[in-house]
């Protein structure tokens, strides 16, 4: 699995805005150090062996904790491996493997939709753009981005889920009341070759320290950057 400090090439990458207060280049440096000491090894959560594996993951990590699917996923791999296999597996049986996910049904048919999908469209291999990816069933714009960082260190986005969406919003690089806009906020003002990792550091810093219910500020080394009118402790 590629470590979470991987990226794209350097060539043709976008540049942050330049932005005064909070947005200010100085800040979201810092911020970007912060995290980078708390978190240097940070790396997707899902296990996965290969690219179909992490796509059908995150499919089902939809409402779902990672390590609830870390727990289904060795079974359900083993029994369809490959997306040939999993195309031709009936949804009862999709189902009763991946039923402790939740909204199994649903998930069921997403991930037997991008099997035949992929061994259709695609010969069985998983597509590296954006815009193939948001064709497959179940795969939509977070779901395809977490593909393209973590397998291809692809960074055409940011992977906004629960944690990224809070403490992004938190420590005020974005006001978007949805994922969709907290992203684009997040591409305007982070270099792009810090697209994949900050998702990463994020994500372990939201289940670590930065909860949603009561932060840990006191051991957060990002608490002299926040403003956040929820903190529990000020230095």
């Not at 991987?6 to 350097?10: C, G, L, P, W």
């Not at 059908?56 to 089902?60: D, F, G, N, P």
């Not at 939809?62 to 390590?67: E, F, G, I, K, L």
């Not at 997306?83 to 999993?86: F, T």
């Given at each position: 699995?590629?470590?979470?400090r ?5 060539t ?8 005064r207060?909070?947005?200010a ?11 980078d000491e708390?978190y240097p090894e940070a790396?997707?959560?899902?296990d996965?062996k290969?690219?179909?594996e992490?796509l ?5 990590s ?6 609830r699917?870390?727990?289904?996923t060795?079974e359900l791999?083993?029994?369809f491996?490959t997306?040939?296999?999993?195309s ?7 189902e009763e ?6 909204f199994f049904?649903?998930k069921a048919?997403?991930i037997?939709?991008?099997a035949?999908?992929?061994t ?5 291999k998983v597509?590296?753009?954006?815009a ?5 069933p179940?795969?939509?714009r977070k779901t395809?981005?977490v593909v393209l ?10 992977v906004v889920?629960?944690?990224?969406f809070?403490?992004s919003?938190?420590l005020s ?7 969709q806009k907290?992203?684009q ?7 792009q070759?810090?697209w994949?990792s900050?998702s990463?550091q994020i994500i372990?810093?939201?289940r670590?320290v930065?909860t ?11 608490e002299?950057?926040?403003h ?5 402790w000020?230095?």
């Open positions: 699995m590629p470590a979470a991987t990226a794209t090439k350097k043709n990458l976008k540049k942050p805005a330049l932005l207060g909070d947005l280049s100085e800040r979201i440096e810092a911020i970007l150090r912060g995290l708390a790396v997707c959560a899902l996965h290969s690219p179909w992490l059908i993951a995150t499919i089902l939809a409402q779902c904790t990672d390590v699917v870390n727990m289904v060795p791999f083993r029994r491996p997306p040939q296999a999993m031709k597996a009936t949804l009862p049986e999709l493997l991946i039923r402790t996910t939740g049904r649903n048919k997403s037997q939709g991008a035949k999908v992929i259709e469209k695609f010969s069985g597509p590296q753009t954006l193939e990816l948001i064709t497959i179940g795969a939509a395809a981005n960082g973590v397998s291809f260190s692809k960074a055409e986005g940011v889920d629960t944690h990224v809070r403490i919003r938190r690089l974005a006001k978007g009341d949805t994922p907290v992203e906020e997040l591409m305007r003002i982070l270099p070759d810090r994949i900050y990463h372990h810093h939201g670590k930065c949603a219910l009561k932060p840990k500020c006191r051991d957060c080394n990002l002299p950057l926040c956040s009118k929820d903190k529990t000020h230095s």
